[in-house]
């Protein structure tokens, strides 16, 4: 710790110039300079095969390159044992859900490995593990086997592995792919903690825009270069604008006619949201109104753009992405949207003594976007095998299509398709070979195949990548192929369990549009779970999950006012102290206060009093309120809402029985 | 069902294709991994040709240490006897007790003591004993070595007598001797290399095929992949058998190699049989085999146990079906052990076809058995199958 | 090098191999079935071989002759046949091996005299077979020749039927065997399994373990730690090494307990040198995790690399004296048969270090070899 001490907050801890990395042919990195400063959040944001992993791998020592040069706490790492010199200083997830830790070993077996490998004090190792797996709530499941937790949790175990020798630099790459919204704000409440109280240096890629408001800078990625640096708010000063958000009916035509004046247009649900480079409120306004023509549209809410739209913007500036525009090919059956396309009746799954899926049931027509949300281990993925025929049952039925999936036939099972959470495709074969062993699996001939494959390409952004083995691409790449393959035989019913997880927003985006079209347009039934709760918008109606129940049902409109109805008003502070302000509002009883971002969403019945109530509590604590504002409720809110009152319920009853 | 053109046929053109795109599938798996590639290659090629150059399975060159007291004509002559192919003479040593220690070392494998007035008493009539100390820590080697010795001493005494004794006239003619009479068949030569070379290519079709499609059904189910194809309409059969296919296309183009490339040409090995039978058989082999591989993998979780599991039967079935020692030399125990080895059955079609022409006629009982194997193995694979995921 | 650092990394390959019931079962369940199928049924003395006859003699000493034949543990008689096309298509399925041809005349000649050939038709699709039965055939039939010749000389030359024997014998063989005096094959074969087993299994086990990391992606945990390179493969190959140490004992213990082979050498000798084995066959395991990305290709390259050589060039059934030159270097260049001295060596012959140091120093030097190979190409920073 005496090196930490001497280093000075001015000096680099990250030096990288002139960085170039190549894999055979494929140039991933071109030239890329950086600076990290000691005791920074640094983040790197870019579109899938951008090449952030590339280089914070190279930042890691365990990768070479071929060109420029790297130096990490004042070494030049160049060769093998330079590398190994600064290594016990940093710590290193690599991306994938879990990947490196061991199934066979329990979530305190791999702590404990993790840590002797780097030789931390067994009393230390103690008091760590101890803390570090009470944050991230995994402390039920110290003797659990890391091969049957899920995703999110494994991926919160890899976080505590790689942090567990309290490293001077942490690379973290994508550490919240695929986490829920409740569990991200667990990672982060560590991260932020250690940076603060350790004076940790973070390097870490996401791609959840709302987390880059949480970097100190951040570089913004495509195609081996940078195109962008800076904090946050200088990044979202590089392309002004607005983004405006209201209902308009029918959506469709607005949309397409948005579409022709503006780059970004997307619809979200009910709602139509759209950027535009217009500062002004009322110009704003207005240029919707333009271009809208005779629709008129509902109540119309312009805010500030999200980093997301700025990410956009400046991508779509750079050229190198085309416009969602239309590429799905108008479909040659309209099929019948009578029935229902799946039913969950009474679905109870159980893992020894561990009940998994307690009576789940649930509807989803023909036409309709079903959203399956929870914290990760709620069990949703286990109600999609079993919807989808892959585990069988403890007790009640999943049907669909009128059928049992255990013993459908080959008809029934033609016309669903089904795109698990781990990448499930062939790592060992191309983009194209992928594509077409499931259009040939599908029955597809030879005519039909071309033309869903360009429709795949083109679909899923694949263009470049077609001879590329799979396992080589991208994470986000990776899953937008796996959606490729999900729709190639254009399946009437549709099971996505997390397609997006990892994918940049603009890939999600061009991906709703799809699924929307498919499910308006064709009449598609579409089950999806997702971690993106903005995502969660898109969907028609909502089924959250709990510790394997379904915990409240409805549109995102439902519950939304559900939670109003029950909590109140919601209000976002802009304070000082964000983490600090969060632990005095809930200890001055807003038990709904949670971090967004940098900024503080709490609930008030009473507007007006509750409000004061708040400021005066945050006074007297010290922090500095900058703004209080009335914010429209989004699901994450619902979400975090909904999650942290089940948890505290919990926990109440766990220590009542204990009583 | 129904026999008119129409969805029937349709549907079966379906079911085809998807058959087609699986095996084309597992074939691309196959190739993309290079170390496995390499070793097609070597194993189908040069391992044959070097194994088949090296091998012979009987005595040969046993080491031979000497100690000769007598030094005279009849005992250089006697020790000229011991040659090649079956001996070869290591040394000579004065001291007697220096022979023991040779073969404690290994250095020889046979010592040969020569008494003194050897020479004498075999001129004058009076009975002589030369010793032979037979290493047999490989016992049949050993026990080989010991059979040859006697035949040459025995030899070697009759026609020292008869050409002394004087009795060469009436010699071998006016004896009442059994004059031995060898016709070897199949094999006249007798030539190592083909046998060898034979056993060397069916232990390696037997290794990939046990081995490769196994391993790769396993690995499906340890990435997944194999929880989409079970929600694809492609049945359990067809993913399963798309596996042997791509195996056994492999495994003919390479025998075909290694027999029309390697065998055939540089060794001579003969093909008196209809050729389209054997690849046919060879194609029924691997089906069986790969057949034994995917029941293991059924039986498995990862790759790890498939490969323990696999290792398990395939050690046995190389070494006790009929390569390594014949089968009828082999207890009773182990020759019905052995019946559920496919590689037995397929050694002796190899050898009926390839060296003594055999036809179906001959081989029906053999291929009865392995046909009814693999067909009961694969059964076994496809019940439990659908048992882990239905 | 750091003790703890080592320690860490093998109790979690410990835990994981030990985790996986399955496989830890047949880690240590394969080299015992092994040892009990091979012990018993690798039976290398060729006896029994089926074969027929044709006699067309049918006299009184035509059944003397081929008595020796039937009564004799090498061939197992399946019966007459009438002509040499039936032993011909007898010969082609496989149901006999070789057929004896007794002439007409056959006594006759003898009483007269006269010398007689008889053929036999031999299989030659399995060379030692060919070979054993030759030989057998001839021993039979200059036995026989033998006892006809001192009975037509102490005959026609009146003389003592000793004195005769003594003429047409001059020379008496006598062979002493060493080592395995009942020339039993199972005393050869099971202390050559204990080689076999080791050879093959523990390359398995170890270049699974090393690829299995490599595949799932948990490698970058050890890359981008401190765990040097030496203390990651120590750790990594310690559990794999124990297993095949215990494996070691346990068979010795079969060999010895179960088969009641005699083991005449110095046991602490004989540890040290199957440790210094396991060693090397690990490195082999080693040495293939290296070269490949995919736990098939680590299964496949194994078997062929350490099965099949084993098989052919160890020593386990050809000595390897009776290999061809080309093929001898090959054979130097597999730990096996360094070992299969060894443990013949120290069960049968009872010899030691004095006599086995240049075995021991190989599979030493082999060791290292691997692992200074291994060393060098494990890289903790690879190009992708």
Not at chain 1, 58 to 70: D, Q
Not at chain 1, 366 to 392: C, R, S, Y
Not at chain 2, 262 to 284: D, E, N, Y
Not at chain 3, 169 to 198: D, G, K
Request: glycine residues 8%.
């Amino acid at each position: 710790m005496n090196a930490l001490t001497q280093t000075t907050t001015s000096q680099p801890l990250i030096r990288v110039s002139g960085l170039e990395k190549q894999y055979r042919q494929h140039m991933a990195v071109r030239g890329i300079d950086l600076t990290i400063r000691q005791g920074e959040i640094y983040g790197l944001i870019g579109p899938d095969g951008a090449g952030k992993s590339s280089l914070m791998k190279v930042i890691a020592g365990v990768l070479s390159y071929e060109a420029g040069a790297v130096e990490v706490f004042g070494i030049t790492v160049d060769s093998e044992p330079a590398a190994e010199r600064i290594k016990h200083r940093l710590g290193f997830l690599p991306q994938g859900l879990g990947l490196n830790l061991y199934p066979e070993l329990s979530v305190e077996e791999n702590v404990d490995f993790f840590a002797r490998l780097r030789l931390v004090p067994e009393r230390d190792l103690a008091d760590r593990k101890a803390r570090l797996l009470a944050i991230t709530r995994l402390d039920r499941f110290r003797d659990r086997p890391m091969k049957h937790l899920s995703g999110g949790m494994k991926q919160k175990l890899g976080l505590i592995c790689t942090l567990i020798h309290e490293p001077e630099l942490a690379i973290l790459d994508e550490p919240t792919t695929g986490v829920d919204p409740v569990s991200r704000r667990d990672f982060w409440a560590i991260l932020t903690e250690l940076v603060q109280e350790r004076r940790m240096t973070a390097l870490v890629s996401t791609a959840y825009m709302d987390e880059a408001s949480r970097f100190h800078r951040l570089s913004l990625l495509s195609n081996g270069r940078i195109l962008a640096s800076g904090t946050p708010s200088e990044v979202q000063a590089l392309v002004p604008g607005s983004a405006v958000t209201f209902q308009a009916a029918p959506q469709l035509e607005a949309l397409a006619r948005l579409r022709k004046t503006f780059t970004q247009v997307e619809a979200m649900g009910p709602l139509i949201h759209v950027f535009t480079e217009e500062t002004e409120r009322a110009a704003a306004k207005q240029r919707i109104a333009d271009g809208l023509g005779d629709i008129t549209a509902g109540e119309v809410r312009v805010d500030d753009p999200d980093l997301e739209d700025v990410f956009v913007a400046l991508l779509l500036r750079q050229g190198r992405l085309k416009d969602a525009g239309d590429v799905l090919p108008p479909s040659s059956a309209r099929l019948n949207r009578d029935g229902l396309a799946i039913e969950a009746k009474g679905l109870v799954r159980d893992f020894r003594s561990f009940r998994a899926v307690d009576r789940v049931s649930f509807q989803v027509k023909q036409g309709e976007i079903f959203g399956l949300l929870g914290a990760n281990g709620a069990g949703k993925t286990t109600v999609i095998k079993m919807l989808t025929g892959i585990l069988p049952p403890t007790g009640g039925e999943g049907r669909v299509a009128g059928a049992d999936m255990r013993k459908a036939g080959g008809v029934i099972k033609e016309r669903i398709g089904y795109m698990s959470q781990a990448f499930s495709l062939y790592l060992d074969l191309t983009v194209v070979e992928n594509i077409r062993l499931f259009a040939g699996i599908y029955g597809l001939d030879k005519e039909e195949t071309r033309t869903r494959l360009e429709w795949i390409i083109r679909m899923a952004g694949l263009a470049g990548y077609e001879s590329d083995l799979a396992g080589r691409l991208p994470m986000g790449v990776r899953q937008r192929l796996a959606l490729g393959c999900a729709l190639v035989h254009r399946p009437r019913v549709l099971f996505l369990d997390e397609p997006t997880s990892g994918v940049d927003p603009l890939g999600r985006r061009h991906f709703w549009d799809i699924l929307s079209r498919l499910a308006r347009d064709e009449g598609v039934a579409i089950l999806i779970t997702t971690h993106y709760m903005s995502e969660a918008e898109h969907c028609d109606r909502l089924a959250l999950m709990y510790a394997g129940r379904v915990v409240t049902e409805g549109s995102p409109g439902d519950m939304k006012r559900h939670v109003e109805q029950e909590a109140g008003h919601l209000f976002e502070v802009i304070a000082d102290q964000p983490a600090k302000a969060v632990l005095e509002l809930r200890r001055a009883g807003f038990a709904g206060a949670a971090l967004y971002g940098t900024r503080v969403h709490m609930f008030c019945r009473d507007p007006v009093r509750d409000k004061e109530c708040a400021c005066q509590a945050l006074a007297s604590s010290g922090v500095t309120i900058q703004s209080v504002t009335a914010r429209p409720l989004s699901l994450e809110d619902v979400f975090v809402y909904k999650v942290m009152a089940l948890e505290d319920q919990e926990r109440a009853s766990v220590s009542g029985d204990s009583v | 069902m129904t026999s008119a053109p129409g969805p029937g046929s349709q549907r079966a053109a379906i079911w085809w294709r998807r058959l087609a795109v699986m095996t084309r599938k597992e074939m691309l798996q196959l190739f993309r991994d290079v170390p496995i590639v390499a070793f097609l290659v070597y194993s189908f090629t040069l391992a044959v040709f070097i194994t088949g150059n090296g091998i012979r399975s009987q005595l040969h060159n046993a080491s031979l240490l000497v100690h000769d007291a007598d030094h005279s004509v009849s005992s250089r002559e006697l020790i000229h006897r011991f040659q090649a192919p079956f001996f070869r003479l290591e040394g000579e040593i004065a001291d007697p007790q220096e022979g023991l220690r040779w073969l404690d070392r290994g250095k020889a494998m046979v010592f040969l003591e020569i008494p003194p007035r050897f020479h004498e008493q075999l001129m004058t009539g009076e009975p002589t004993a030369v010793q032979l100390l037979v290493d047999t820590t490989n016992s049949p080697q050993g026990l080989s070595a010991a059979g040859y010795a006697a035949q040459i001493v025995e030899r070697f005494g009759q026609e020292t007598v008869q050409a002394n004794v004087g009795s060469s006239e009436e010699s071998s003619q006016n004896l009442p001797i059994i004059v031995s009479d060898h016709r070897v068949w199949y094999n006249q030569d007798q030539n190592d290399t083909w046998f060898e070379s034979i056993s060397h290519l069916l232990r390696q079709i037997t290794i990939f095929a046990i081995l490769l499609p196994a391993a790769a059904l396993v690995r499906e189910k340890e990435r997944g992949t194999v929880e989409q194809l079970l929600v694809s309409p492609l049945t359990p059969f067809q993913i399963m058998i798309s596996k042997v296919l791509a195996m056994t296309v492999v495994i003919l183009c390479a025998t075909a190699v290694s027999l029309f490339g390697i065998m055939q040409p540089v060794f001579g090995v003969p093909i008196k049989g209809s050729i389209v039978l054997f690849f046919s058989l060879t194609a029924l082999f691997v089906f069986t085999t790969a057949g034994m591989g995917l029941a293991a993998a059924t039986l498995t979780r990862n790759q790890a146990q498939v490969g323990m599991m696999t290792l398990l039967v395939v050690a046995p079935m190389l070494l006790l079906s009929g390569l390594t020692t014949p089968m009828e030399v082999m207890p009773a125990w182990v020759r019905h052990l052995m019946a559920l080895s496919p590689l037995r059955y397929y050694v002796e079609i190899t050898h009926g076809i390839l060296l003594k022409g055999a036809g179906s006629s001959t081989l029906w009982d053999s291929v009865l058995a392995m046909a009814l194997l693999g067909g009961a193995l694969f059964g076994f694979g496809m019940w439990r199958f659908r048992r882990q995921f239905e | 090098m750091n003790l703890r650092r080592i320690a860490t990394v093998a109790s979690k390959e410990w835990r994981e191999t030990v985790r996986d019931r399955m496989f830890f079962l047949l880690a240590f369940l394969l080299p015992i079935l092994w040892m009990l199928v091979f012990g018993y049924g690798l039976v290398l003395d060729v006896e029994n071989i089926p074969f027929a006859v044709v006699d067309r003699d049918r006299s009184a000493l035509s059944r003397d002759y081929l008595y020796r034949f039937f009564e004799s543990r090498y061939f197992s008689f399946q019966g007459y046949l009438q002509s040499e096309d039936e032993a011909d298509a007898a010969l082609q399925t496989g149901k006999i091996r070789a057929a004896i041809i007794v002439p007409e005349k056959f006594e006759e000649r003898l009483l007269a005299g006269q010398p007689v050939g008889i053929q036999t038709l031999i299989d030659g699709t399995f060379p030692l077979r060919t070979d054993i039965t030759k030989m057998y055939v001839i021993a039979i039939n200059s036995a026989f020749s033998e006892e006809r010749v001192i009975d037509h000389v102490s005959r026609r030359s009146g003389i003592a039927r000793a004195q005769a024997e003594a003429r047409v014998r001059p020379i008496r063989l006598e062979v002493r065997y060493l080592y395995n005096e009942e020339v039993r094959s199972t005393w050869s074969m099971v202390p050559a399994m204990l080689m076999f087993t080791l050879m093959v299994s523990s390359p398995l086990l170890t270049a699974l373990g090393i690829v299995r990391e490599k595949e799932t992606g948990s490698i970058y945990n050890i890359y981008s730690s401190t765990v040097t390179k030496f203390e990651f493969l120590a750790g990594k190959l310690f559990p794999y090494v124990l297993i095949s140490s215990v494996n070691a004992v346990v068979l010795w213990v079969m060999a010895t307990l179960w088969f009641g082979v005699p083991f005449k050498g110095n046991l602490p000798f004989f540890l040290a040198a199957s440790l210094v084995f396991v060693l090397s066959s690990t490195g082999i395991g080693l040495l293939v995790s290296l070269m490949v990305r995919t736990q098939i290709a680590a299964l496949l390259i194994t078997l062929i690399v350490a099965m099949v050589p084993t098989i052919l060039y160890s020593g386990l059934i050809v000595p390897v004296s009776s290999l061809s030159p080309g093929s001898q270097i090959q054979a130097h260049l597999f730990p096996g048969m360094y070992y299969t001295n060894i443990v013949r060596g120290a069960f049968l012959k009872g010899v030691g270090f004095e006599v086995l140091w240049v075995d021991v120093l190989a599979l030493a030097a082999y060791a290292a070899a691997l692992r200074i190979v291994g060393y060098r190409f494990f890289t903790k920073r690879p190009r992708s």
